[in-house]
């Protein structure tokens, strides 16, 4: 993945900072917290690459990426992480800000049998923050 400094921007980051309460810009790269994530096999960006989009302000980039909807909020990242940063609540605020502005286009694209089988509390959670 190629990130080029000139397109660098702050605001993003310090917003995702602000309501996961957490620092991204302590992350070295170390790749920790993707080495241990069970869903990246998944995922289309690593969560390690996920915090270096949002340190650069690549904002676009992290909202095309399907990880924050495929993480699974389980918190390893965050446990292995050796800079202490909270990557799970900055992944979480990540969709938080999608859902906020309105604009995440993401769609289940589940059967209504499948629907049913998700936990209660994915439902709960994603009516609080659509209903925000
Ligand atoms: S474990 Fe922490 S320091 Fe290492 S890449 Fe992930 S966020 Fe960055
Ligand atoms: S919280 Fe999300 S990104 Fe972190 S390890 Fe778990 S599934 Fe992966």
């Known amino acids: 993945m190629e990130i080029k400094n000139t397109e660098i921007q702050s605001e993003p980051v310090s917003r995702i900072n602000d309501i996961s309460g957490t620092n991204l810009s302590k992350c070295y790269q170390c790749g920790k917290c993707s ?6 096999q998944s995922m289309d960006i690593l969560p390690n690459q996920i ?3 949002a340190q650069l ?3 676009e980039e992290v909202m095309r990426a399907n990880t924050p909807w495929i993480c699974a909020a389980c918190m390893t990242c965050s446990v292995r992480c050796p800079r ?3 990557i799970a609540e900055a992944i979480e605020a990540m969709r938080q800000v999608f859902l906020r502005n309105r604009n995440s286009d993401r769609r289940l694209g589940l059967s209504q049998e499948e629907l049913v089988e998700l936990p209660p509390i994915a439902l709960i959670s994603a009516y609080r923050k659509i209903a925000e």
């Open 84 to 86: 202490g940063i909270k």
């Open 51 to 53: 915090v270096r989009l």
């Open 35 to 40: 080495a241990g994530c069970p869903m990246v």
């Open 57 to 59: 302000g690549k904002w």
